[in-house]
């Protein structure tokens, strides 16, 4: 929750591209465990390093033992940050980790690699191929869902939803990597298609820049809440953010969202908008989730974007993995450090505590940006409840 990375690196790999990730915190490479590593994490870590996407996050140790510390901290990227750095991190939590479960990632690295910019995730927006060490614009004057399916697939995406010309403002200005592109739709790389169009049916139409919605680009998150596992459900689908309508909202279906979030179980589904009222498309209605589905999208729900509700009426979660500090007993920036986790408010414990991990935790309650740890315990404590004080220091 508090770490502070400074450099990010991929080792034992055959290429700069795959390998044991390794992250360097304060001053040490440690490896990091793979507990709570996805897709979505791994994306962003390849972008990163200029490695295209992820391709897989193989697991059983493949890339060698590490050694040095094991770091347990857990991202939750969307897929959409620069690097790793700008991910929310929990470590409070985190179970003990060896070497044996080190995280790994496979970058897709190709010579011909695509990606989508502009839109919301890494599944949606402009296409753009890279290609003589450069990345280009992709024009066509004929772009389907033949042409969407065949990026969508290479970039494993899932299947194509949308083909479009992006509008004015979205367009690009840079050179131009392919122009005319013609697909049956089965292709595993565009590069595969018909991409040496003779110059008359060039010229016969105008090319203009090109753009996919995919399956995979749907996300799902929380806003408004005080932390990241709580607030408001929010699904982004067809390159907007929407939310859910309260009817029938319950626990099961708040179960799906915080597991999807890797948020832990669901402590509390509510509706009314209790974390405050969304703007623009409501996306669904009467969602009845078993509590099993892998994704919100995956359960019973009426058709996307129809629905009889106001934003009066969006619904949210409270997760067991949100996590809060607070200063309890306090007289404004000191007090007996408490934290909020699976739904009950708990101690710290002060055994090998620094002051630095003092300091980041007034940062975290706005008490400025240094601390002193507390031995005495002046607010009603028993021995054994080790606990700690914040001070500001500005």
């Known amino acids: 929750?508090?770490?502070?990375?400074?450099?990010?690196?991929?080792?034992?790999?055959?290429?700069a591209c795959e390998g044991r990730v390794e992250i360097h915190v304060l001053g040490t490479w440690g490896s990091l465990c793979a507990s709570h590593w996805d897709l979505l994490d791994a994306h962003v870590l390849c972008r990163h390093l200029d490695c295209g996407f992820a391709e897989s996050i193989p697991r059983g140790g493949p890339f060698g033992r590490g050694t040095g510390p094991v770091w347990r901290d857990s991202f939750h990227c969307d897929g959409t940050e620069a690097h790793l750095g700008q991910c929310p991190v929990t470590a409070l939590g985190a179970s003990p980790c060896s070497h044996e479960n080190n995280a790994a990632v496979i970058c897709s690295a190709g010579s011909a690699s695509l990606r989508l910019v502009g839109g919301g995730s890494r599944c949606d927006g402009r296409v753009e191929i890279f290609q003589h060490g450069t990345w280009g614009r992709v024009l066509d004057d004929q772009w389907d869902m033949q042409e969407a399916s065949v990026v969508c697939r290479q970039l494993r995406c899932g299947e194509a939803e949308t083909a479009y010309n992006p509008p004015k403002p979205q367009r690009g200005t840079g050179p131009v990597g392919l122009r005319g592109v013609r697909c049956a739709g089965h292709e595993a790389n565009l590069t595969l298609c018909n991409t040496s169009l003779p110059e008359?049916?060039?010229?016969?139409g105008i090319a203009e820049d090109v753009g996919v919605v995919c399956w995979g680009s749907r996300q799902v998150r929380l806003v408004n809440g005080p932390g990241r596992c709580a607030g408001r459900v929010e699904i982004y689908y067809q390159g907007s953010w929407g939310t859910i309508c309260d009817d029938s909202w319950d626990l099961p279906d708040a179960t799906v969202v915080c597991h999807q979030l890797g948020c832990g179980g669901a402590v509390k589904a509510v509706g009314s908008a209790h974390f405050g009222e969304g703007s623009g498309q409501i996306w669904l209605d009467a969602v009845n989730c078993s509590g099993a589905e892998a994704a919100l999208w995956d359960c019973p729900a009426g058709s996307w974007g129809q629905h009889d509700c106001g934003h009066k009426e969006d619904a949210g979660v409270d997760c067991s993995e949100f996590m809060a500090l607070r200063l309890e007993n306090s007289d404004g920036c000191s007090g007996r450090l408490q934290v909020f986790y699976n739904g009950t408010w708990g101690s710290v414990c002060s055994n090998s505590m620094t002051l630095k991990t003092v300091s980041l935790a007034c940062k975290e309650l706005g008490c400025g940006d240094r601390g002193i740890l507390e031995t005495r315990l002046p607010y009603e404590s028993s021995y054994k409840d080790c606990l700690t004080h914040c001070f500001n220091r500005n």
């Open 1 to 15: 929750m508090w770490s502070e990375f400074t450099g990010f690196r991929l080792v034992n790999g055959s290429t």
């Open 200 to 204: 008359s049916v060039l010229a016969a």
